[in-house]
Nanobody, 123 residues
């Protein structure tokens, strides 16, 4: 599976942005998908993940109520809708995919990673 993230950019605080992650390869619907982010000088952290069928969603506390993850398996695409953005949301956002059960926030569970897309939120 190859992943290509897009949709990043510059947005003002309080604004919205939608990230996309297009996947190539077979059986995309059998993969758990997730988004992680890495701010300058910091480690990569979990943002959100979504199960294969979309029935289970997990969010980091700092994005609950503001971000929504979704997927369209027919288009092999994962989305991250971000709203009420804050300057501290500025980071490179990475999409990831893997086949596993449990531990959805753990980076080492994910086998495939996109190249990242930069989100900058101005105050």
């Amino acid at each position: 599976v190859q992943l290509q993230a897009s949709g990043g950019g510059l947005v003002q605080a309080g604004g919205s942005l939608r990230l996309s992650c297009a996947a190539s390869g077979r059986n995309f619907s059998t993969y758990v998908v997730g988004w992680f982010r890495q701010a300058p000088g910091k480690g990569r952290e979990f943002v959100t993940s979504l199960s294969q069928t979309g029935s289970m969603r997990y969010y980091a506390d700092f994005v609950k109520g503001r971000f929504t993850i979704s997927r369209d398996n027919a288009k092999n695409t994962v989305y991250l809708q971000m709203s009420s953005l804050k300057p501290e949301d500025s980071a490179v956002y990475y999409c990831a995919a893997g086949r596993f059960i449990g531990g959805y926030s753990l980076m080492n569970k994910y086998d495939f990673w996109g190249q990242g897309t930069l989100v900058t939120v101005s105050s």
